[in-house]
């Protein structure tokens, strides 16, 4: 069974940096189509940047301070964030389609206060 672990996440001031990561386990297991989504209480879950064979794509409200990344050889998805905001407070999770399924982490909380 596929399984995704997100790490990384924690306190930030205003305008400071986050590096999130997602391990995929078994580490074996491979995909081309990954994304970081992220929830605040009472809000749907949304996106926020994807990877896929076409390339990857960012939420208007992140373009330009998020950056997704993955690591095919590390089986690894990595979401850099820079300028943050406190809008970007959420649970951030690692999502990835797999054999046809879609896989999510439990989410890792990244909260942006002074």
């Known amino acids: 069974q596929v399984q995704l672990q997100e790490s990384g996440g924690g306190l930030v001031r205003p305008g400071g940096s986050l590096k999130l990561s997602c391990t995929v386990s078994p580490r074996t297991i491979s995909t081309t189509t990954m994304a970081w989504y992220r929830q605040t209480p009472g809000s749907q879950r949304e996106l926020v940047a994807r990877?896929?064979?076409?390339?990857?794509d960012y939420a208007d409200s992140v373009n330009g301070r998020f950056a997704i990344a993955i690591d095919k050889g590390k089986n690894m998805l990595f979401l850099q964030m820079d300028s943050l905001k406190p809008e970007d407070t959420a649970v951030y999770y690692c999502y990835g389609k797999f054999f046809g399924n879609d896989i999510w982490g439990e989410g890792t909380l990244v909260t942006i206060a002074s």
């Open positions: 990877t896929a064979d076409w390339g990857t």
